[in-house]
C-alpha cells in the first residue's frame, strides 16, 4: 500500500524531509530501526492519521520546548494524574504568575477541585497568601446561560466535579500559605475582602458562580495583576463566557482569548491603592 504524498512527512525545515511517496512498509521499518527522530515523526503520523480517521480530532504539536520540562511534569503527574488535558493551561498559569513578581497582592482561586492550578500558582508565585475557594460539593445547579449550544457538549448537572478537600489539602500541604473557604460561592468572599490581588484564578465552568467571582474580584486585583478564566474558550462552558463578556462591557480592559481556551484580563493602573492584606 501506498501512503498519501505528504502524509509521512515532517515540516520542511527539519531535515527530515523523505521522497513524496512512502509505503507503509517504509513507515514501520523507521519505527523499528530509524533514529529517534524518525521514530518520532512516525508516531506522530500515526496518531494524526487515527485522529483524522476517528474524525473530529487532532492531535496537538509536539516539539515544544514547555512538553520537556522535566520538573513540570514530575509535579503535574503528582497532583493531577493520569489527565493530560489540561497540562497546557497550567504550564500557562505558571508562566503568569511568575511574571507577576512585582505585583503586590495575594493570589487565590475560585473552583479548587483537587488543587493542581492552586498548586502551580503557589510554585510560582512570590509572596503573601493564597486564598483556595471551593464548595467541595461540586458543581452549584447550572443555569439557563449554561446550556450548550452545540450538541456535542454535554450540560453540567448540579454536583458534578465533586472532590473532597482532603485531596486539596493534601495536594497542597508543602504550601503554608494557603488559606481554605470551603462553602459555595460567594459566601465566604466576605473574609478577604480587605485584601488586593496580584493574580485571580477562576474555574467554576458556571455563569453564576463565575459573574459573582469576577464583580468581587476584579475590583481588588492591583494594576498590572492578572484573572484568568479558565472557562473562556469552552463550547461546554458558554456561561463563564457570557458572565466575563456582560462584565467585561463596562471594564476598560478586553479579555484575551487564549488558544489554551482560557481567558486572560492584565488589569490597568487605577486610583485605588494595593497592597496583600495580613
Ligand atoms: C473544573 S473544577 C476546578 C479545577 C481546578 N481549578 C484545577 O486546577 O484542577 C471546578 C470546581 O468548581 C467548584 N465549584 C463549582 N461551582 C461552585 C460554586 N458555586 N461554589 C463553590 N465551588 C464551586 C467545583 O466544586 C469544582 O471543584
Same mark, same amino acid.
Given at each position: 500500500?501506498?501512503?498519501?504524498?505528504?502524509?509521512?512527512?515532517?515540516?520542511?525545515?527539519?531535515?527530515?524531509?523523505?521522497?513524496? &511517496?512512502?509505503?507503509?512498509?517504509? #513507515?514501520? %521499518?523507521?519505527?523499528?530501526?530509524?533514529?529517534?527522530?524518525?521514530? %518520532?515523526? /512516525?508516531?506522530?503520523?500515526?496518531?494524526?492519521?487515527?485522529?483524522?480517521? /476517528?474524525?473530529?480530532?487532532?492531535?496537538?504539536?509536539?516539539?515544544?520546548?514547555?512538553?520537556?520540562?522535566?520538573?513540570?511534569? %514530575?509535579?503535574?503527574? &503528582?497532583?493531577?494524574? %493520569?489527565?493530560?488535558?489540561?497540562?497546557? &493551561?497550567?504550564?500557562?498559569?505558571?508562566?503568569?504568575?511568575?511574571?507577576?513578581?512585582?505585583?503586590?497582592?495575594?493570589?487565590?482561586?475560585?473552583?479548587?477541585? *483537587?488543587?493542581?492550578?492552586?498548586?502551580?500558582?503557589?510554585?510560582?508565585?512570590?509572596?503573601?497568601?493564597?486564598?483556595?475557594?471551593?464548595?467541595?460539593?461540586?458543581?452549584?445547579?447550572?443555569?439557563?446561560?449554561? *446550556?450548550?449550544?452545540?450538541?456535542?457538549?454535554?450540560?453540567?448537572?448540579?454536583?458534578?466535579?465533586?472532590?473532597?478537600?482532603?485531596?486539596?489539602? &493534601?495536594?497542597?500541604?508543602?504550601?503554608?500559605?494557603?488559606?481554605? +473557604?470551603?462553602?459555595?460561592?460567594?459566601?465566604? @468572599?466576605?473574609?478577604?475582602?480587605?485584601?488586593? @490581588?496580584?493574580?485571580?484564578?477562576?474555574?467554576?465552568?458556571?455563569?453564576?458562580?463565575?459573574?459573582?467571582?469576577? *464583580?468581587?474580584? +476584579?475590583?481588588?486585583?492591583?494594576?498590572?495583576?492578572? /484573572?484568568?478564566?479558565?472557562?473562556?474558550?469552552?463550547?461546554?462552558?458558554?456561561?463563564?463566557?457570557?458572565?466575563?463578556?456582560?462584565?467585561? #462591557?463596562?471594564?476598560?480592559?478586553?479579555?484575551?482569548?487564549?488558544?489554551?481556551?482560557?481567558?486572560?484580563?492584565?488589569?490597568?493602573?487605577?486610583?485605588?491603592?494595593?497592597?496583600?492584606?495580613?
Amino acid at each position: 500500500m501506498i501512503l498519501r504524498p505528504g502524509l509521512l512527512q515532517p515540516r520542511s525545515g527539519t531535515g527530515l524531509e523523505p521522497p513524496p &511517496r512512502r509505503s507503509w512498509w517504509w #513507515a514501520l %521499518r523507521r519505527l523499528a530501526f530509524g533514529t529517534a527522530a524518525e521514530r %518520532r515523526l /512516525i508516531r506522530y503520523r500515526l496518531a494524526e492519521i487515527a485522529a483524522s480517521a /476517528i474524525g473530529g480530532c487532532w492531535v496537538p504539536e509536539d516539539q515544544k520546548l514547555w512538553q520537556q520540562d522535566q520538573s513540570f511534569w %514530575r509535579d503535574y503527574r &503528582r497532583v493531577a494524574g %493520569r489527565n493530560l488535558r489540561s497540562a497546557e &493551561r497550567k504550564y500557562a498559569v505558571r508562566e503568569l504568575v511568575r511574571a507577576l513578581a512585582d505585583v503586590p497582592g495575594d493570589t487565590a482561586e475560585c473552583g479548587v477541585f *483537587e488543587g493542581a492550578t492552586s498548586f502551580f500558582i503557589c510554585q510560582a508565585r512570590g509572596g503573601g497568601t493564597h486564598h483556595a475557594f471551593d464548595s467541595f460539593a461540586g458543581l452549584s445547579a447550572p443555569a439557563s446561560e449554561d *446550556e450548550p449550544e452545540v450538541s456535542t457538549a454535554a450540560a453540567w448537572r448540579a454536583g458534578d466535579l465533586c472532590r473532597s478537600e482532603t485531596v486539596a489539602r &493534601r495536594n497542597l500541604a508543602s504550601f503554608p500559605e494557603v488559606r481554605f +473557604y470551603p462553602g459555595w460561592i460567594p459566601e465566604r @468572599f466576605g473574609e478577604v475582602a480587605s485584601c488586593r @490581588f496580584s493574580f485571580v484564578h477562576i474555574d467554576v465552568d458556571l455563569y453564576r458562580p463565575t459573574r459573582d467571582s469576577l *464583580e468581587f474580584f +476584579y475590583p481588588r486585583v492591583s494594576p498590572g495583576g492578572m /484573572i484568568v478564566c479558565d472557562d473562556y474558550g469552552y463550547v461546554n462552558c458558554p456561561g463563564a463566557k457570557q458572565a466575563c463578556d456582560e462584565l467585561a #462591557a463596562d471594564w476598560p480592559e478586553p479579555w484575551i482569548h487564549l488558544p489554551t481556551g482560557q481567558g486572560l484580563l492584565i488589569k490597568q493602573a487605577s486610583e485605588s491603592d494595593a497592597s496583600s492584606c495580613s
